[in-house]
Structures are given as C-alpha cells and as structure tokens.
Antibody, heavy 121, light 106 residues
C-alpha cells in the first residue's frame, strides 16, 4: 500500500523558514516523480513544486520560485521542501503527492494527508 | 494555462446525472485529469488523459472532451459522490494548474 507521510509543519513568523519532509513507502520510489501541492484554508489546489524520479531538475510554481527548494533523497525514500522567506499567503495544508509516472509534469495519483503550515506574526 | 470550472456549485439529488465543465484558456489536447475531494481528505485521482479511469474508480464516472472544453459526468449520483471536483492540466507546464473546483451538493 502506498503511504506518504508529511512532517515538519507548524506556526512560523513571516520572513522565517520551515522545512517539510515526506516519507514514502509501498512503491518503487525512484520510478516516480514527486510533488508538493498546497491548499489554503477553504480554497482550491495549487501545485508548488515537482521533481523527476531520479532527481534532476526541479520545477516550481511562480509564487514560490526563489524562496522554496525541493529535493529528494532516494536512499531514504524521502522528499524535502525547504521554505524560506515565508509569507502570510503561504499559509496552507501542504500535500506530498506521487506522480502517475517517472517524469515530472504529470498527473497526481497518491496524496498524503498533508502538513499544515501557518505563517503569522 | 488557466482552467475555469463551472458551475461553482451543482445541487442535485442521489440518482441524478451530474455534468461538470472545465474550460482551458488554450488548447491542451487531452492532457486533463479530474480529482474528487471530500471534507477533511486529500484529493483522489478519478480520471486522467481526459477519459481514462484511475484504478478503482467506478464506471459511473466518465470524462470527455479535447482542446479547450472538457466534461466530467457522473451517470447516477451515489451518496458518497457529493464532494468537490477539480480539473488539472499537464499539457503546458510548469506549472501544473488546477481549476477552481465544482462543489456537488445535495
């Protein structure tokens, strides 16, 4: 069974940093691209970042480009989202999401339960 | 690519047919997916490549369209189908983009 478990969320002041992690199991991790998708309270879905199965280039949404960095550690079946210079509008539930295939830019077929990030003074 | 979903809310009864629309700001071939999200749960992939059902998705869910106009049809609503539905495109990325959602309510 595919499992995606996020950790690292919490409350942080504007301008500070936070690091999310996602531990994956139940599938061959290196065979699939991984993503972060967020959902602000009561709002819709926003794709944040994605990375291919073997690593390589990482792609970002415009609203986080230059502030967030996504990486993966294939030896630990883990992905990381380093979030710097956080803003109030980054407040959201952050989902770790598995792609349907190896390449990034694909459909999203398995989702974690999410990790809540709250940015406020 | 901007995806516009309509209507924002669809009020129907169990057993009725639901038709949800997703329009793209430019042609995206058939590279479109649909997701279902229930309160307090993450989204679930229902349909990809416009009309392919994901694993375990009941046959009452079907998708159609191409280019800029797409439809998700639920042939006969079951009680568990009342939820929010999102479309998502992968033709022109980054970024992957989602529509704003359609809430199907009783």
């Amino acid at each position: 069974e595919v499992q995606l478990v996020e950790a690292g969320g919490g409350w942080v002041q504007p301008g500070r940093s936070l690091r999310l992690s996602c531990s994956a199991s139940g599938f061959i991790f290196t065979d699939y691209a991984m993503n972060w998708v967020r959902q602000a309270p009561g709002k819709g879905l926003e794709w944040v970042a994605g990375i291919g199965g073997s690593g390589g280039p990482t792609y970002y949404g415009d609203s986080v480009k230059g502030r967030f960095t996504m990486s993966r550690d294939n030896s630990k079946n883990t992905i990381i989202l380093q979030m710097n210079n956080l803003r109030a509008e980054d407040t959201a539930l952050y989902y770790c999401v598995k792609s349907l295939s190896y390449g990034p830019g694909n459909y999203l077929d398995r989702w974690g339960q999410g990790s809540l990030v709250t940015v406020s003074p | 690519v901007v995806l516009t979903q309509s209507p924002a809310t669809l009020s129907l009864s169990p057993g009725e047919r639901a038709t949800l629309s997703c329009r793209a700001s430019q042609g995206i071939s058939t590279y479109l997916a649909w997701y279902q999200q229930k309160p307090g749960q993450p989204p679930r992939l229902l349909i990809y490549d416009t009309s392919k059902r994901a694993t375990g998705v009941p046959a009452r869910f079907s998708g159609s369209g191409s280019g800029t106009a797409f439809t998700l049809t639920i042939s006969s609503l079951e009680p568990e189908d009342f939820a929010v539905y999102y479309c998502q495109q992968r033709d022109n990325w980054p970024p992957l983009t989602f529509g704003g959602g359609t809430k199907v309510e009783v």
